[in-house]
């Protein structure tokens, strides 16, 4: 089975700290994502990476940044946290090539920034 | 832009009533649709994809999906629902060969 892992379940930091979430995929899969969960507004991409050292804007990448220097991790960066960034982010990968691939989600980290 | 819709928000069954789910999507070109869910605190799953051929295709757990490509939609149905498929629905597609681009999700409530 895939296996996304994202390193922590819940965390709480402060304004203006700097936090880093952790993803770890066990399939050598090429491209890695990560999203941020709100409620009504489903999933919105942050970042992508379609290869080490690769990565692409998503949608919403304000105040975040992303690294990738091992094909098995993708860390997000949140610079300095703010309030808004509470949210759900989750971690998925998947792989290139013909046919159908989907997304295989890791189980979400939960952060709040008080 | 690319984009998904889901027209439902919230919606609320009985135990054995039938679901249909819309959804829509903008984009034009070849794409591959999805539809997962998310089960009370668990992570995102995948019920069921379509990329070409018979555009009625069976996931799991009871669940099919049509694609219409004249209406640009890719709707999920299931003809009895049950209490443990009360969950977050999201429909997704996916262009190009990176971008998976998702829908604000549906919340479905299944009454006992």
């Known amino acids: 089975d895939v296996k996304v892992t994202q390193s922590s379940r819940y965390l709480v930091k402060r304004t203006g700290e700097k936090v880093f979430l952790e993803c770890v995929q066990d399939?050598?899969?090429?491209?890695m994502f990560w999203y941020r969960q709100d409620p009504g507004l489903g999933l919105r991409l942050i970042y992508f990476?379609?290869?080490?050292?690769?990565?692409e804007k998503g949608d919403i990448p304000e105040g975040y940044s992303v690294s990738r220097e091992k094909k098995e991790r993708f860390s997000l960066i949140l610079e300095s946290a703010s309030t808004n960034q509470t949210s759900m982010y989750l971690c998925?990968?998947?792989?290139?090539?013909?046919?159908?691939?989907?997304?295989?989600f890791g189980q979400g980290t939960r952060l709040t920034v008080v | 832009a690319q984009s998904v819709s889901q027209h439902n928000h919230h919606v609320i069954l009985s135990e054995a009533a039938s679901l249909e789910l819309g959804c829509n999507y903008s984009y034009g070109g070849t794409v591959n649709l999805f539809w997962y869910v998310q089960y009370p605190g668990q992570h995102l799953q995948l019920l069921l994809k379509?990329?070409?051929?018979?555009?009625l295709v069976k996931g799991i757990k009871g669940f099919e999906a049509e694609f219409i490509k004249s209406k640009f939609s890719f709707n999920l149905r299931k003809p009895s629902v049950q209490w443990s498929d009360t969950a977050e629905y999201f429909c997704?597609?996916?262009?190009?060969?990176?971008?998976?681009?998702f829908g604000t999700g549906t919340r479905l409530k299944v009454l006992a």
């Open positions: 998925a990968s998947s792989s290139i090539g013909v046919g159908i691939n989907e997304a295989f």
């Open positions: 990476s379609y290869d080490v050292k690769m990565k």
């Open positions: 379509y990329f070409s051929g018979d555009p």
């Open positions: 399939m050598d899969h090429e491209n």
């Open positions: 997704a597609v996916r262009s190009g060969t990176y971008k998976y681009i």
